[in-house]
Nanobody, 127 residues
Framework: QLQPVESGGDLVQPGGSLRLSCTAS????????IGWFRQAPGKEREGVAC????????PYADSVKGRFTISRDDAENTAYLQMNNLKPEDTAVYYC????????????????????WGQGTEVTVSS
């Protein structure tokens, strides 16, 4: 069983940047889809972006387009979420998740279509 482990969450001022990392224990990220989700206090889980096994990327929400970039480095067995121009509304716990295979095209999988979830890393954007 794969276990995603997130890191990189921090307290950052509005307009700042963070890079979140996701490593997979118990196996390799090769051939799998990687997704990033977030959950703000008192709100439901929201998709951020996904990346296919071949490197195709798609954002879930218009609010992160142009600011967040998902990537992967299979040689390091790591996926990343680069977050720029952070806003207070980006404050949330960010989760990395893995889907076995890449059975989607242009539209990211729904949350229930992922197989393995990490524990999350907290991002707080505040002045």
């Amino acid at each position: 069983q794969l276990q995603p482990v997130e890191s990189g969450g921090d307290l950052v001022q509005p307009g700042g940047s963070l890079r979140l990392s996701c490593t997979a224990s118990g196996g390799t990220l090769d051939y799998h889809t990687i997704g990033w989700f977030r959950q703000a206090p008192g709100k439901e889980r929201e998709g951020v972006a996904c990346i296919s096994s071949s490197g195709d990327t798609t954002p879930y929400a218009d609010s992160v387009k142009g600011r967040f970039t998902i990537s992967r480095d299979d040689a390091e067995n790591t996926a990343y979420l680069q977050m720029n121009n952070l806003k207070p509304e980006d404050t949330a716990v960010y989760y990395c998740t893995i889907q076995r295979g890449s059975n989607w095209y242009k539209t990211c999988p729904q949350w229930y279509e992922y197989d393995y979830w990490g524990q999350g890393t907290e991002v707080t954007v505040s002045s």
